[in-house]
T-cell receptor, first 114, second 115 residues
Framework: GAVVSQHPSWVICKSGTSVKIECRSL??????MFWYRQFPKQSLMLMAT?????????EQGVEKDKFLINHASLTLSTLTVTSAHPEDSSFYICSAHRQGHEQFFGPGTRLTVL | KQEVTQIPAALSVPEGENLVLNCSFTDSAIYNLQWFRQDPGKGLTSLLLIQSSQREQTSGRLNASLDKSSGRSTLYIAASQPGDSATYLCAVRGTLTGANSKLTFGKGITLSVRP
């Protein structure tokens, strides 16, 4: 299947700092990219949907000024967690989708905010 | 609003057993349904994708069926192995905006296959 990479795979940061997570589709051009977060023993919660060159669409309850999404190209999307706090600690997973095909997921990024 | 349910939340079986994982969804107007596997601390691996016009898909020891009218899908795993131990997630894609509409996930079934 198609490959989606995320970087970094884990990050530890101090409260108040910003963290950027990259998501790349390595062997296909993604029509749409999605960002999810997952708490322990819970399912994935969609945070936002982004299409290349346009603003991301955020799900209800997700602060767009806190979780900045940039979809610079058909193979790259970034999520920046601004002014991170301990409650932002979670497992963040990106996904890339090519219209009419399966949705492929990255390996996830474990964020720990101290 | 689409809701996806997977029951039970956890399942433990002896190695070699054939098993069925169930998934139900409330809105039958779906574009497709996808089964994923997630290992602890890892991302999701796509197992099978069933388009709304299809009844089933097979890959190796896995077979997924779809009954759209009744809002149900099953994932059949033949001759289970300890390596099959993982969480299995069912997700449906709606038709609101066609192929780019979002996936709605169930909470998953954590499977443990005992040697």
């Amino acid at each position: 299947g198609a490959v989606v990479s995320q970087h970094p795979s884990w990050v530890i940061c101090k409260s108040g700092t910003s963290v950027k997570i990259e998501c790349r589709s390595l062997d296909f051009q993604a029509t749409t990219m999605f960002w999810y977060r997952q708490f322990p023993k819970q399912s994935l919660m969609l945070m936002a949907t982004s299409n290349e060159g346009s603003k991301a669409t955020y799900e209800q309850g997700v602060e767009k000024d806190k979780f900045l999404i940039n979809h610079a190209s058909l193979t790259l999307s970034t999520l920046t967690v601004t002014s991170a706090h301990p409650e932002d600690s979670s497992f963040y997973i990106c996904s890339a989708h090519r219209q009419g095909h399966e949705q492929f997921f990255g390996p996830g990024t474990r964020l720990t905010v101290l | 609003k689409q809701e996806v349910t997977q029951i039970p939340a956890a399942l433990s079986v002896p190695e070699g057993e054939n098993l069925v994982l169930n998934c139900s969804f409330t809105d039958s107007a779906i574009y497709n349904l996808q089964w994923f596997r997630q290992d602890p601390g890892k991302g999701l691996t796509s197992l099978l994708l069933i388009q709304s016009s299809q009844r089933e898909q097979t890959s190796g020891r896995l077979n997924a069926s779809l009954d759209k009218s009744s809002g149900r899908s099953t994932l059949y795993i033949a001759a289970s192995q300890p390596g099959d131990s993982a969480t299995y997630l069912c997700a449906v894609r709606g038709t609101l905006t066609g192929a780019n509409s979002k996936l709605t996930f169930g909470k998953g079934i954590t499977l443990s296959v005992r040697p």
